[in-house]
């Protein structure tokens, strides 16, 4: 069993600090919200907590309660935006779970009746139509 610590410069540290671009949707004191880049369907959306920690199992509990406010919250605005008829909302823990960036975080797809998930880490979006995409989400969170 492995007992990883957690790395300070994973990439979604990095787009915590700045220092890297994403697509923003939501941001609070507590956790953000912002486009995945091999969108595993339209809207793919990743929310996380500002907190450090590698995934669910070392988070702290009030970060977690803050992450399950920000998933619902982002939730309701992806399935608005995209007029979706369910979500699929998963996370992962460490690699033997699938997980491959080791900070926590919560993916919310939408989802429409016969259509089938893309594959994950499909290939790199269009960072035009990822930015539309973050638009329409903003736009219905201020409903
Ligand atoms: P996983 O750790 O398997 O739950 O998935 C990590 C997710 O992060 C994948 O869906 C990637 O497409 C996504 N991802 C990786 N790098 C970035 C990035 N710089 N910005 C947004 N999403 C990313």
């Known amino acids: 069993m492995t007992d990883t610590a957690y790395d300070p410069d994973n990439i979604f540290a990095k787009i915590l600090r700045g220092e ?3 697509h923003r949707v939501y ?3 507590d956790t953000l919200a912002f486009m995945d880049v091999m969108p595993q369907g339209p809207g793919h959306t ?7 920690a590698r995934g669910l199992l070392d988070a702290d509990p009030a970060s977690l309660a803050a992450l399950a406010a920000s998933v619902q919250r982002v939730a309701r605005a992806v399935k608005a935006a995209f007029e979706a008829d369910g979500l699929t909302v998963f ?3 460490e690699a033997a779970g699938g997980q491959t ?3 926590l ?3 919310v797809v939408p989802r429409f ?3 089938p998930l ?3 880490e499909g290939g790199m979006a269009d960072p035009t139509v990822l930015a539309g995409h973050a638009e329409r989400i903003r736009a219905a969170l201020e409903v």
């Open 20 to 22: 890297i671009p994403a």
């Open 27 to 29: 941001e609070d004191a």
């Open 46 to 52: 990743l929310v996380i907590p500002k907190a450090p």
């Open 91 to 93: 996370q992962f823990n």
């Open 101 to 103: 960036v080791f900070h």
């Open 105 to 107: 975080h919560v993916h």
């Open 113 to 115: 009746d016969g259509v």
């Open 118 to 120: 893309q594959r994950h």
